[in-house]
């Protein structure tokens, strides 16, 4: 069963094991053991970003491709919930067809994409994806009739996902069962089960073409692999997972913003997810995003801890201020990239 | 693709991309209401063109040369930016004279200082964080976005993440006018420096030796290396020089918007990406041309249609990707 | 006569491959040496190493009484070494004046030497102007070997100068060498073409496998079918 | 593949094929059909072309001329993948693995990629026994079945031109196509792969094309040659005969002083 859960490929090393464990056994049960929105919006997007930074493992782990584009497909399954749910009202109808509408648009403008550009050699399709996705980005902000604009969409959802609704008469465990509990819910399982679906795709016959293509793709070619039709339906797989990241993530706001998903601040955080948990290992994606979205709650307090213990020291003060925690990632980033390109998932399993 | 092909200013063999800069502003004249708006127009995305120009020329340089691609080049706009405002604002009484020569020489003392830090941070980002990664294309965009990250974070610490207002230099504000003819003045200088800056590139790289072993270390590095010469010595001097026309945009970007921001290094980097893509990853020449149609397009697009600007330059890019799949002048090589 | 280049228990690794495992062989002095060997014996590799363009992991290489195993490519050019590569590695964008422009280290070509050499390579005045990537195959054969001697080396080391090369090309290019050869230029020079070898060598090393099977004087092997079909795999008859 | 495959339908064919790099003509108009049941050794000195013909034929390279057919169909425009898949099959001269993966997953991906199963994303590739089980009796003929869980880029040089071979058996061709297999070779592993090429030969439907520099392999292998020199074709026939022409005397063995 958990083989075929986790299609045969294990963490291979106690401690990630445990690790692992522990991520998701907090996760299943957030809503009791850390009770309190706070923590309960930091459990969500956990959720989401495993599934956001696994589906992006899948190219740049995987399939050594280097894309910006991630956000603009996370972005486009939140606005498709948001569109749908602003322009059609609160209904599973509505929340289905955005959903739909978002896969066809990504998976399309994916292959359209992939099939253009992924010929060419990684730096050249870095730098398309990267203007591209800040095409879009402005687009998003520009057709603000559609979208909102910079201020985003905030919208309604169906009664059973409202935090008003209530489901259970009395409190369970010390928590009140309501709407937000089963949006949080549906998020863990449908994130979860998608994670275990990349992971499949990853050790399956068309992964391990990925990882041969990714080593020589030229001798990939010459024992009958044409290389741009896998890399097109890679990227398109990761797409399609990413718009359901973007999903789930605007289930959950019940808004859709430019700063929230279409951003380059959140490609950047999804690089440093990926590369900090450990590329081309997946389950790199889920410490990576539980590790991040955590430092980036509660680090800042703690650096402001810091910041006001070094008070009157010229600079220092500035450099461990709240705001610069990602100055700290981005060494710890440069140095994953150069020490450990495993991350820590790789330290982990190299110590068994 | 002929190997033979010259990549570099002035030795251009191909001439059809050249001819893409006059068709596009013949195209949009009759799509312009009145010709004095045309002239307005065409030398504001001259002058675009040419501070895009300035910025990209390094990085493209730099990836001809070297096959690094720079993904943190916007922070050392960005920070050449920092250094005008940190030059400029306390000499605000030689901007604010009315003088051109005091506003010229506070402009200079800017540009000096600007390119004599990115320069400098240039030669340290060589050594420290790109030099393990050569010939590593995957390492390299992920060492440099590292880069950056680290970078606009220091510069957040350093200047802090407040929008800072940079005026231009009294004599350099307003317009030269000629009847329905408006041409702002910065725009011209914009178009000066810019010329000057490919003219140095041209005579660098066609008349003196350094430029010579350059165009050799272009084509096949090890060769030159075994005739004699320590070519890894000219590529750090090329990436510090490439670091310092950055700061060198920086500045003169900065003063045509007037305002600076931590973020405005990687604005403009979505901009001379798609004119790199467009001249050809790594020519110089193909940069120069990308720049002007790019800044053209801008400002002829910015007139008719003003949302989609930047979609009009991406449509560019694509067409010329459909036309020539590796940009203008695609450098054969590696 | 002295040994001006001596190599003994050079090895070389490329990534996971281990090229030359114990090369030694010597190159007198003004001399011509031919490397000979099989495709994939480690001939190229072998230059590559005296050039400092691969790193020896053992041995030492002795050129002009100092050990330049380890030493940067440029350092290693500068003692007065020329390298004619396999791929000839002309700068195709670079005229055939400004390649030879950049050889000239120590300044300005130096005009009786341009002469002699446009005696001995008529094309290249011919072309002088153009971009050298529109010469021939055996134009920039000539131009690269040019570009090694436009100022006095001690040693040239030449890779495959006749592969591809038409036959009358070839003769042509023997002149030269033997030209050369007058001048007491000492050269090592890997080949593949016998007879090419053999009209040129005063003496030979043989590669195979990454190591040295045979050294002496050519005239020996020119002599002998039976050693050149051993070490070469040289023979029409034996088959038959 | 439906076509017949008798020994006088070629299985593939050259026609007028021409490439040039700039102002270098590398291959020159060259014309051949190759018949199934046969071994053709191609021939001729450094730089003669040979390698270029056969990136020409396994689509590496696009010529600037000509055409190539296989089984009569015109293939000159696909791309090297496809011609795997329509069954050329080749080991290349310098070896050209993944560096980074086992010897048996090497053989294993080949095996896949004849099984027809690369896009095959939801099944996990290690429930495929039968795709494993074949991966080992190909590295099983080759003689590296004690290698199978080395890193490719570990093997010794030897071992590696058996993986290589390993890798086109599995590919199951129609047509092989050997450059240079024994070149760097230890002696005594070179039976291993002659022997091999023999066992090919003996199934009697395959089509070989082999290009090798050592004579007594080829006189010893095949039963017809060709002489490239200088990227034209300037000879063809019986190896007794063929070795034994002038032309070939000076061309390729560049032995007209032969005293």
């Known amino acids: ?352 | 693709m002929s190997p033979e092909k010259d990549e570099l200013p002035g030795a251009v063999l191909d001439k059809s991309p050249l001819a893409l800069i006059p068709v596009i502003a013949l195209v949009a004249l009759p799509l312009i209401p009145s010709l004095p708006t045309w002239v307005t127009l065409t030398v504001a995305g001259l002058a675009m063109g040419m501070m895009i120009f300035i910025m990209a020329s390094g990085l493209t340089l730099v990836f001809g040369l070297m096959d690094v691609m720079n993904f943190a080049h916007g922070a050392f706009i960005t920070i050449g930016a920092f250094v005008a405002t940190s030059v400029l604002l306390p000499l605000a009484g030689w901007t604010r004279a009315d003088s051109l020569w005091m506003n010229l020489a506070a402009m200079l003392l800017a540009v000096l200082a600007a390119m004599a830090v990115t320069g400098a941070i240039g030669l340290a980002f060589e050594r420290v964080i790109i030099k393990p990664v050569y010939g590593q294309h995957l390492k390299q965009i992920l060492i440099t976005m590292g880069g950056l990250i680290v970078a606009e974070q220091l510069i957040l610490a350093i200047w802090g993440p407040d929008m800072i207002a940079l005026p231009k230099p009294v004599t350099l504000r307003g317009s030269f006018i000629f009847g329905d003819i408006v041409i702002e003045k910065y725009r011209v200088l914009a178009v000066l420096v810019g010329l000057a800056v490919f003219a140095a590139m041209f005579l660098v790289l066609n008349r003196t030796r350094v430029g010579l072993l350059i165009r050799a270390g272009v084509e096949d590095s090890e060769m030159v290396e075994s005739l004699g010469y320590r070519i890894r010595r000219v590529f750090i001097g090329v990436f510090a020089a490439g670091s310092a026309l950055a700061g060198l945009g920086g500045v003169m970007w900065a003063l045509y918007q007037e305002t600076v921001t931590s973020a405005m290094g990687m604005h403009v980097m979505i901009l001379i990406f798609i004119v790199i893509i467009i001249g050809g990853l790594g020519s110089v020449g193909g940069c120069f041309i990308g720049s002007l149609l790019v800044g053209l397009m801008a400002n002829y697009v910015g007139f008719l249609a003003p949302k989609i600007a930047l979609g009009s330059n991406i449509l560019l890019m694509v067409l010329i990707l459909l036309w020539r799949p590796q940009g203008l002048y695609p450098v054969a090589k590696r | 006569m002295s040994n001006l280049l001596a190599l003994s228990g050079v090895n070389t690794r490329i990534g996971h491959y281990h090229i030359l495992q114990g090369v030694d062989f010597v190159v007198p002095q003004g001399g011509f040496t031919m490397l000979l060997g099989r495709n994939g014996a480690g001939k190229t590799t072998c230059l590559r190493t005296i050039m400092g363009l691969w790193k020896a992991s053992a041995g030492r290489i002795d050129f002009d009484g100092a050990d330049i195993a380890g030493r940067s490519t440029p350092a290693v050019a500068q003692l007065g070494i020329g390298y004619v590569p396999e791929s000839m590695g002309i700068f195709a964008g670079l005229t055939v004046r400004e390649n030879l422009t950049l050889a000239a280290r120590d300044g300005p070509i130096d005009e009786k030497r341009l002469d002699w050499m446009f005696g001995l390579f008529p094309a290249l005045k011919k072309f002088w102007h153009l971009p050298a990537g529109h010469l021939s195959g055996g134009q920039k054969q000539m131009l690269a070997i040019a570009r090694a001697m436009i100022e006095p080396r001690k040693l040239l080391l030449v890779d495959e100068p006749t592969k591809g090369l038409a036959p009358a090309i070839i003769a042509h290019m023997v002149e030269a060498f033997r030209e050369l050869k007058r001048t007491d230029t000492t050269i090592l020079l890997v080949e593949q073409n016998f007879n090419f070898a053999r009209s040129l060598g005063d003496t030979v090393a043989v590669m195979d496998s990454g190591r040295i099977v045979h050294s002496g004087n050519m005239g020996e092997l020119a002599g002998n079918e039976a050693l050149q079909y051993r070490l070469l795999g040289l023979s029409l008859d034996a088959h038959q | 593949m439906s076509e017949p495959r008798s020994g006088e339908h070629p299985v593939l064919e050259t026609h007028g094929l021409t490439i040039r790099f700039g102002g270098h003509v590398a291959v020159n108009q060259v014309s051949c059909a190759f018949r199934p049941d046969t071994l053709t050794a191609i021939v001729g000195p450094n730089g003669a072309g040979k390698t270029t013909y056969f990136n020409l034929i396994s689509g590496q390279l696009r010529p600037t001329g000509g055409r190539v057919t296989l089984y009569g169909e015109d293939i000159t425009a696909l791309p090297a993948s496809q011609r795997t898949r329509r069954g050329i099959g080749r080991a290349f001269q310098l070896t050209n693995l993944f560096p980074q993966l086992s010897v048996l997953e090497n053989v294993r991906l080949a095996v896949q990629s004849h099984a027809g199963m690369g896009l095959n994303l939801f099944s996990v590739w290690s429930g495929h026994v039968e795709l494993i089980e074949r991966a080992e009796h190909y590295l099983h003929r080759v003689k590296l079945t004690e290698r199978r869980d080395t890193l490719a880029s570990a093997l010794a040089h030897g071992d590696q031109r058996k993986l290589e071979l390993a890798i086109l058996l599995a590919l199951d061709p129609d047509l092989f196509m050997f450059d240079e297999p024994t070149a760097g070779m230890s002696v005594d592993e070179v039976p291993v792969i002659l022997e091999l090429i023999h066992e090919i030969k003996s199934q009697g439907d395959k089509t070989i094309l082999l290009v090798e520099h050592k004579m007594d392999v080829v006189s010893s292998l095949a039963d017809r040659i060709i002489v490239l020199h200088q990227g034209e074709l300037v000879a063809d026939g019986e190896p007794a005969t063929v070795i034994a022409s002038p032309i070939v005397q000076q061309a390729y063995l560049g032995l007209a002083g032969h005293e």
């Not at chain 1, 464990?21 to 495993?50: H, N, Q, W, Y």
């Not at chain 1, 782990?61 to 603009?72: K, L, N, P, Q």
């Not at chain 1, 909102?148 to 209530?166: A, H, M, N, S, V």
């Open chain 1, 1 to 352: 069963m958990t083989r075929r859960l986790l299609s045969g490929d294990y963490p291979r090393s106690r401690m990630l094991a445990t690790l692992l464990l522990l991520i998701l056994a907090g996760l299943a049960f957030a809503p009791f053991a850390f009770p309190g929105t706070r923590s309960l919006d930091v459990a969500a997007k956990v959720c989401v970003f495993i599934l956001l930074v696994a589906s992006y493992d899948l190219l740049l782990g995987y399939t050594g491709i280097v894309s910006f584009a991630h956000t603009m497909f996370f972005g486009i399954g939140a606005y498709g919930i948001a569109i749908a749910a602003t322009r059609l009202g609160p209904t599973w109808g509505s929340l289905v067809l955005g959903s739909l509408v978002a896969l066809a648009c990504s998976a399309l403008l994916s292959l359209l994409i992939g099939m253009l550009s992924l010929r060419v050699k990684t730096i050249f399709f870095a730098m398309i994806t990267l203007a591209v996705a800040s095409f879009f980005a402005i687009l998003a902000s520009q057709l603000s009739g559609f979208t909102g604009g910079e201020d985003g969409l905030t919208y309604k959802l169906p009664q059973l996902l409202l935090p008003g609704t209530k489901l259970l008469e009395a409190p369970l465990f010390g928590v009140e069962i309501n709407g937000r509990i089963v949006s949080y819910y549906i998020v863990f399982f449908t994130a979860a089960a998608l994670f275990l679906a990349l992971l499949r795709v990853v050790n399956s016959p068309f992964g391990r073409v990925l990882q041969a293509i990714r080593e020589n793709d030229f001798r990939a070619e010459a024992i009958g692999y044409r290389s741009v039709i896998y890399r097109s339906v890679a990227n398109c797989v990761a797409a399609l997972a990413a718009s359901a990241a973007g999903i789930l993530y605007a289930l959950w706001l019940r808004y859709a913003g430019p700063d929230t998903t279409l951003s380059f601040d959140i490609m950047i955080d999804i690089l440093l997810m990926v590369v900090i948990g450990g590329m081309g290992t997946m389950y790199g994606a889920v410490v990576g995003a539980t590790l991040f979205v955590i430092a980036q709650t509660y680090l800042q307090d703690l650096m402001k801890l810091a910041s006001d213990a070094a008070a009157g020291i010229p600079l220092l003060p500035d450099l461990v201020h709240p705001d610069r925690w990602l100055l700290w990632l981005g060494i710890l980033f440069i140095l994953s990239v150069y020490r450990f390109p495993a991350g820590i998932v790789g330290k982990l399993r190299g110590r068994q």
